[in-house]
């Protein structure tokens, strides 16, 4: 018999929710988990949907958050299937979002009916926070659900986020914490001119260049026994007109810092203009935050996560903050304790995403083992 946890990840994917459309996936899972008492809140807002279900009304509060939006496929014809319509191959389910994350969310709701019909009475609240706008800019996604969780005086105790974190095999990586993400858009002015005549015009490509060669060998800062150190990267240089006997007038760099607990944006920005005032340049820059770091300290959800883990795999995981930014960010905000784990990542945003069949079962065991060793402890 078909597993009831590939059955569900087997009908998400086969909704083409492509960012920031939702395709039923959320109606699915209200509908199967609404008959255990799970209440029902949805959040409608430019063009994403988001799903707030809730069963109980004490504390504590343990909340699975995740997306039902996926990337997009890139060109059917490089894959080996429809991306929409799964297909088990060689002991792997193929498909869009088969990692990334409907089986997260399908061994989410799975666990928990296990967990809710052997434990109808259990103290707490269970919750699931899904979004359709993990994938795109996250602004009407999480970051509403919170906003609606903080005005009803609703404060989650523990959040398991379903992103596939483990790297070789189920269980060996959990993630208890994430970098920050600011990126800017910096412009340095020159004059344009003749090529011919380089003492008539400024060429900013020059002024700039000892700069960003300084940029580059800054240490930021040494990171902690949780995070490495904030890096520095440069993404994109544009300028020129075209033409090859001509100075640009101006040039302009994209760079990114993905920075950790020992930084902040205002000690990380003012170090930047600081440099960039050293060289003597004519500038503009332009900042934008897409993140800010958090860390969840080994405590009691940790702990329970890896005891849920080692009971399943036989494995302890392995802490980690590496990647690269989830919608933990919004919820770490009024969480303490927030936590990412899920399937291997191996296969995430590529062609011919797939995971691994047998991996299904033991996630699915994992989240419920989870809730046991939080809500129903012995």
């Avoid at 205002?266 to 503009?284: C, N, T």
């Avoid at 927030?338 to 995430?348: L, Q």
């Amino acid at each position: 018999m078909t597993s009831a946890v590939l059955q569900l990840t087997k009908d998400l994917i086969a909704r083409a929710s492509v960012t920031p459309k939702d395709e039923g996936c959320q109606r699915a899972l209200a509908l199967r988990l609404q008959p255990l008492g799970f209440r029902v809140h949805i959040i409608e807002q430019g063009g994403v949907t988001n799903l707030w279900l809730r069963r109980g009304k004490t504390s504590p509060l343990v909340v699975f958050a995740g997306h039902t939006d996926v990337v997009p496929t890139g060109p059917l014809e490089k894959w080996d299937s429809d991306p929409f319509e799964p297909t088990e191959r060689d002991g792997y389910l193929y498909g869009r979002g088969a990692s990334d994350m409907k089986s997260s969310l399908a061994a989410f709701a799975v666990g928990i009916e296990e967990f809710v019909r052997a434990n109808p009475d259990h103290p707490g609240s269970i919750a699931l926070l899904i979004t359709s706008d993990e994938e795109g800019p996250a602004v009407h996604g999480t970051v509403k659900v919170c906003e609606y969780l903080e005005s009803t005086g609703q404060k989650p105790d523990f959040c398991i986020v379903g992103e596939p974190t483990s790297v070789d095999q189920l269980g060996d990586t959990i993630k208890n914490g994430r970098r920050g993400s600011m990126s800017a858009r910096l412009t340095i002015k020159g004059k344009q001119g003749h090529i011919a005549y380089p003492h008539m015009a400024i060429n900013p490509i020059h002024r700039a260049a000892p700069a960003l060669a300084q940029l580059t060998e800054v240490v930021w800062d040494q990171g902690n026994a949780y995070f490495p150190q904030t890096s520095f990267q440069i993404s994109n240089i544009h300028s020129g007109t075209g033409a090859t006997n001509v100075i640009p007038g101006d040039v302009v760099i994209e760079f990114n810092f993905r920075f950790c607990t020992e930084s902040t944006p205002a000690s990380l920005q003012s170090r930047v203009q600081e440099i960039l005032e050293q060289h003597g340049l004519d500038y503009q820059i332009d900042w934008s935050i897409s993140g800010l770091p958090f860390l969840t300290p080994e405590g009691e959800l940790s702990q329970a996560l890896t005891h849920a883990i080692e009971a399943e795999t036989g494995r302890p995981p392995q802490l980690s903050t590496t990647g690269g930014t989830s919608d933990g960010r919004f919820i770490a905000r009024i969480c303490p304790q927030v936590i990412e784990f899920g399937p291997t990542n191996a296969t995430i945003h590529q062609v011919n995403e797939c995971i691994a069949i047998e991996q299904l079962e033991p996630l699915k065991n994992v989240y419920r083992r989870t809730l046991e060793h939080l809500l129903a402890p012995s």
